[in-house]
């Protein structure tokens, strides 16, 4: 079904009027301290409450295989390999409602679900739906912030077509990606990157929620910490050790507290418990890295497979090097053992790797020190990071995970 209204907009708030925040009128508010002081040495008074949406495509790879294949919809979808050593990509609804999840394990999406259908990942079709989707988005706004193949930040505080509302605008641009490519988006509107990311995932699939100014601080409050975007498994179990276990937990920690416990983290933490971030949406998102993994159907259980491996995917990594121009100075190796213990070895260079016998040589270095083996290895894994700024603007990867 194509998306509908969301009931939960609130238009009356003046940050969702139809007057941009950017012309709010200093002169008429200022405060009795800055009565005398003008705008440009007031910059408070002038702060513009932004209106951000985070697109995110339902279920996208499964949804594009359900759409181009009628037998499969309806019915639970994994894409990826059902082989014993494979992983699921991404998962249907009518999968994910018997537990299946992207990044599980294949045999363990089959324990859970007998009648999953495996299909095998077409990245080309998604790329192509991808930028379709994109192109949606630059009707509204110059202003986007692509995350992944499926998920966005739109800043539409000044959109392109003088909707009146953020609510407004997510609502005609979810039914335009509809229009276009027959698959749904949910979405989430917010005055900040974190909030509208949270509140995308609050009416999943083929919805859309809105935080106003005045109710980030108490979302926040009520959420656990784990479903905090940034906040991983790890990182959750920390907190929950310390005694935090909501947002309203976190906010009644001190920044002191929290930097020592979680160092620079500590600060970012310290904003959010209170529904507050200070991000940008950026168009011009500098790559962090290219990278390319595998895991195998057996384990690699002498060096010289581990080191043919590590070739394989610094050669995928070098392709997409030389397409690009992109040349970064760290090289890092990836290896989980068959007990899914994961090790990593990076190394980073004073000068950028500018070539692909110097990038096989440093990664083959790396996972080198690994040897002997202290078990098998099922997968393997290639980055290279740390771009230099000159070669960040142009670069636009989709980072390669292969599980065969």
């Given amino acids: 079904m194509p998306p509908t209204p969301s009931t939960q907009g609130w238009p009356g708030h003046w940050w969702e009027s139809s007057e941009p925040p950017a012309r709010y009128d200093v002169h008429r508010h200022r405060t009795h301290a800055c009565r005398e002081t003008k705008a440009a040495r007031c910059p408070n008074l002038a702060r513009v409450t932004r209106k951000i949406i985070h697109v995110d495509m339902d279920a996208f790879y499964a949804s594009v295989e359900q759409r181009d294949d009628p037998n499969l919809r309806g019915r639970p979808v994994a894409v990826g390999s059902a082989t014993g050593r494979g992983v699921v990509a991404a998962a ?11 990044a599980m394990p294949s045999v363990t999406a089959l324990r859970r679900c007998p ?38 930040y739109l800043d539409v505080t000044e959109n392109l077509k003088a909707i009146p509302t953020a609510t407004e605008t997510a609502t005609e641009i979810r039914a335009r990606i509809f229009e276009t490519t027959g698959l749904t988006a949910s979405a989430g509107i917010s005055y900040n990157k974190f909030l509208a990311k949270l509140a995308s995932d609050q009416n999943k699939p083929n919805g859309q929620c809105v935080i106003t100014p005045g109710m980030g601080a108490a979302f926040v409050a009520k959420l656990e910490v784990g479903r905090f975007h940034g906040v991983g498994p790890k990182t959750a179990e920390r907190m929950n050790r310390l005694g935090i276990f909501t947002g309203a937990d976190l906010r009644d920690r001190e920044l002191a507290f929290l930097q020592a416990h979680f160092g620079k983290a500590g600060a970012w933490y310290h904003a959010i418990a209170r529904g507050e971030d200070d991000r940008r949406v950026n168009p011009d998102q500098p790559r962090k890295s290219s990278g390319s993994e595998t895991t195998y159907e057996t384990d690699l259980v002498e060096p010289g497979q ?4 590590v070739r394989a995917m610094a050669d995928d990594v070098w392709a997409w090097c030389a397409k690009t121009g992109g040349r970064g100075r760290t090289v890092t190796v990836k290896a989980r053992y068959a007990d899914f213990r994961t090790v990593t070895r990076s190394r980073t260079r004073a000068s950028p790797v500018n070539d692909h016998d110097t990038l096989h040589e440093v990664a083959i270095a790396l996972v080198r020190t690994l040897f002997p083996l202290r078990a098998g290895i099922r997968l393997i894994g290639v ?22």
């Fill in 115 to 152: 009648d999953l259908i495996f299909v095998p990942h077409r990245f080309d079709v998604y790329r192509a739906v991808s930028h379709q989707i994109r192109a949606i988005f630059h009707d509204y706004t110059p202003l986007v912030e692509p995350l992944s193949l499926d998920e966005a």
């Fill in 383 to 404: 980055t290279l990071s740390t771009f230099d700024q000159a070669d960040d603007a142009q670069l636009d990867l989709l980072e390669q995970s292969r599980a065969e």
């Fill in 92 to 102: 249907s609804y009518e999968a994910r409602r018997f537990g299946v999840r992207s």
């Fill in 306 to 309: 581990v080191e043919a491996g």
